[in-house]
T-cell receptor, first 111, second 114 residues
Framework: AQSVSQHNHHVILSEAASLELGCNYS??????LFWYVQYPGQHLQLLLK??????LVKGIKGFEAELIKSKFSFNLRKPSVQWSDTAEYFC?????????FGTGTSLTVIP | NAGVTQTPKFRVLKTGQSMTLLCAQD?????MYWYRQDPGMGLRLIHY???????AKGEVPDGYNVSRLKKQNFLLGLESAAPSQTSVYFC?????????????FGEGSRLTVL
């Protein structure tokens, strides 16, 4: 079965710090990759997605992610976080009819 | 444009009771999914549907049934609720896996089974 691993379960940062959240997937074929964000009490919303082409993908709110196929990684980055980025972040892989989600990383940004 | 709508948003059940969660989407999406979200476990796929009249099992289908009689609706049923089914349930839809592949989520349904 395919799997998605997010090794950082809980990250605490101060405002303006840089962010990198890890995501590794196990699938050797063509994949579509996503990062979703879930703000407190809300549903999941798409941050960014990769289907093909440039492995560096830019999303909303200053987030970006880079696909490194040799490492099966799709890490999420943001150069300077804000308090409003406090949320849970999910990496996801689509290999066909199903989406596989990581267990999520809870980010707390301290003002 | 409402997107994906789930009802009810909250429900408390006693063990053994049955209930149905309704998901409706107005985006003419082919694919619909039911996930459950539990602390530390992320989202796990319960069942999904690739079109009207079709359903398939996901990672954790036991104890749940689904139906997709109309393209816009995807129902999740619990025949005999158990405390282990206490969770937040999310419905999602997508146009197709080969098109945008992006999932659009509903706001969730919080179910507590006593």
């Amino acid at each position: 079965a395919q799997s998605v691993s997010q090794h950082n379960h809980h990250v605490i940062l101060s405002e303006a710090a840089s962010l990198e959240l890890g995501c590794n997937y196990s699938y050797g074929g063509t994949v579509n990759l996503f990062w979703y964000v879930q703000y407190p009490g809300q549903h999941l919303q798409l941050l960014l997605k990769y289907f093909s082409g440039d492995p560096l993908v830019k999303g909303i709110k200053g987030f970006e992610a880079e696909l490194i196929k040799s490492k099966f990684s799709f890490n999420l980055r943001k150069p300077s976080v804000q308090w409003s980025d406090t949320a849970e972040y999910f990496c996801a892989v689509n290999t066909g009819n199903q989406f596989y989600f990581g267990t999520g990383t809870s980010l707390t940004v301290i003002p | 444009n409402a997107g994906v709508t789930q009802t009810p948003k909250f429900r408390v059940l006693k063990t053994g009771q049955s209930m149905t969660l309704l998901c409706a989407q107005d985006m003419n999406h082919e694919y619909m999914y039911w996930y459950r979200q539990d602390p530390g476990m992320g989202l796990r796929l319960i069942h999904y549907s690739v079109g009207e009249g079709t359903t398939a099992k996901g990672e954790v289908p036991d104890g749940y049934n689904v139906s997709r009689l109309k393209k816009q609706n995807f129902l999740l049923g619990l025949e005999s609720a158990a405390p282990s089914q206490t969770s937040v349930y999310f419905c999602a839809s997508s146009y197709s896996r080969t098109n945008t592949g992006e999932l659009f989520f509903g706001e969730g349904s919080r179910l507590t089974v006593l």
